[in-house]
Nanobody, 122 residues
């Protein structure tokens, strides 16, 4: 079993940066792919980024490439999402997700966090 808790969201001006964290618990965490999704008001949840269990492979949605970076520290059971050059369209609730593989995470993650709000506004 894997439990996920996101943190680090908040209010930021356009062009600013935020770093989200996802604290995970459970003995199987180290061998899980981890990812981030987001959901804006009135829109469907969408994929943002994913990282393999060992951190060697990462994939990003086209709309965040070059701006966001996903990373993980397995020793601390934590996954991060560094978000730079934020714009109002990035405003959403950001959710951490976990699954045994990247492929299955992209289809339907086994585990979700509660989400953390990111608001980009002047």
């Amino acid at each position: 079993q894997v439990q996920l808790v996101e943190s680090g969201g908040g209010l930021v001006q356009p062009g600013g940066s935020l770093r989200l964290s996802c604290a995970a618990s459970g003995r199987t965490f180290t061998n899980y792919a981890m990812g981030w999704f987001r959901q804006a008001p009135g829109k469907e949840r969408e994929f943002v980024a994913v990282i393999s269990w060992n951190g060697a492979n990462t994939y990003y949605a086209d709309f965040v490439k070059g701006r966001f970076a996903i990373s993980r520290d397995n020793a601390k059971n934590t996954v991060f999402l560094q978000m730079n050059s934020l714009n109002p369209e990035d405003t959403a609730v950001y959710y951490c997700a976990a699954d045994p593989t990247i492929a299955t995470l992209l289809k339907l993650p086994d585990y979700w966090g509660q989400g953390t709000q990111v608001t980009v506004s002047s």
